[in-house]
């Protein structure tokens, strides 16, 4: 089954159990998955919807991801007020409902969003790129530690920085073993050739 198949799945059981925390949680995954598939005003739509209707069930778990999703989004459909707003909800969330598992990512999608405003500001770029690294690095959590590098990779090769890109790059992606195949090892792997290059 594809990742598709099981939110529709996930979502229709839920609506048939009455379970709106968990159809809400479906609903949001299905405008993830819009969002990665390009179709960024459609996912706009859904996460917004969806968002709504899971905050509706009381929820606060996940609800900073989901923000940053959504921010994401925005950001894709140059709604650069509404990204930085949406960005900025999570950020407060982290810290009133100290759920902090995703604060890694959500540092990294700030990084990112200011890269791409209107008015590109590497300085800020770089800040929460820091942050968001020291953070997944103080977590132990490889995977965000992995995508804060890239991130933070792309902005010195483009600065002119390619030896200290590569040089952050390296440890990170040598700590892993598996999942090569994964979408993040994949794009690192390319990251690195380029920097060689």
Same mark, same amino acid.
């Given at each position: 089954?594809?990742?598709?198949?099981? *939110?529709?799945?996930?979502?229709?059981? +839920?609506?048939?159990?009455?379970?709106?925390?968990?159809?809400? =949680? &479906?609903? %949001?995954?299905?405008?993830?998955?819009?969002? %990665?598939?390009?179709?960024?005003?459609?996912?706009?739509?859904?996460?917004?919807?969806?968002?709504?209707?899971?905050? +509706?069930?009381?929820?606060?778990?996940? /609800?900073?991801? =989901? %923000?940053?999703?959504?921010?994401? *989004?925005?950001?894709?459909?140059?709604?650069?007020?509404?990204?930085?707003?949406?960005?900025?909800?999570?950020?407060?969330?982290?810290?009133?409902?100290?759920?902090?598992?995703?604060?890694?990512? /959500?540092?990294?999608?700030?990084?990112?969003?200011?890269?791409?405003?209107?008015?590109?500001?590497?300085?800020?770029?770089?800040? =929460?790129?820091?942050?968001?690294?020291?953070?997944?690095?103080?977590?132990?959590?490889?995977?965000?530690?992995?995508?804060?590098?890239? +991130?933070?990779?792309?902005?010195?090769? #483009? @600065? &002119?920085?390619?030896? @200290?890109? =590569? #040089?952050?790059?390296?440890?990170?992606?040598?700590?892993?073993?598996?999942?090569? #195949?994964?979408?993040? %090892?994949?794009?690192?792997?390319?990251?690195?050739?380029?920097?060689?290059?």
């Amino acid at each position: 089954m594809t990742a598709n198949e099981l *939110v529709k799945e996930l979502v229709t059981l +839920s609506d048939e159990k009455g379970a709106l925390f968990w159809k809400a =949680h &479906g609903m %949001l995954r299905q405008g993830s998955l819009v969002a %990665l598939t390009g179709k960024a005003s459609e996912a706009r739509q859904m996460l917004v919807s969806a968002l709504s209707e899971y905050r +509706s069930t009381g929820a606060t778990l996940w /609800v900073a991801a =989901h %923000l940053s999703y959504l921010a994401e *989004v925005f950001a894709e459909l140059a709604q650069f007020d509404e990204a930085w707003r949406r960005i900025g909800e999570a950020m407060t969330l982290i810290e009133t409902t100290k759920e902090r598992w995703f604060e890694a990512e /959500v540092n990294r999608i700030a990084g990112e969003l200011a890269l791409k405003s209107p008015k590109p500001d590497a300085a800020k770029t770089e800040t =929460h790129l820091n942050r968001a690294l020291a953070i997944a690095r103080a977590q132990q959590a490889k995977s965000w530690e992995l995508r804060a590098a890239m +991130s933070m990779a792309r902005l010195w090769r #483009d @600065q &002119g920085k390619r030896q @200290q890109a =590569h #040089d952050l790059l390296v440890p990170v992606y040598g700590w892993f073993t598996e999942g090569f #195949d994964t979408l993040d %090892l994949k794009e690192a792997k390319a990251l690195l050739e380029q920097l060689k290059a």
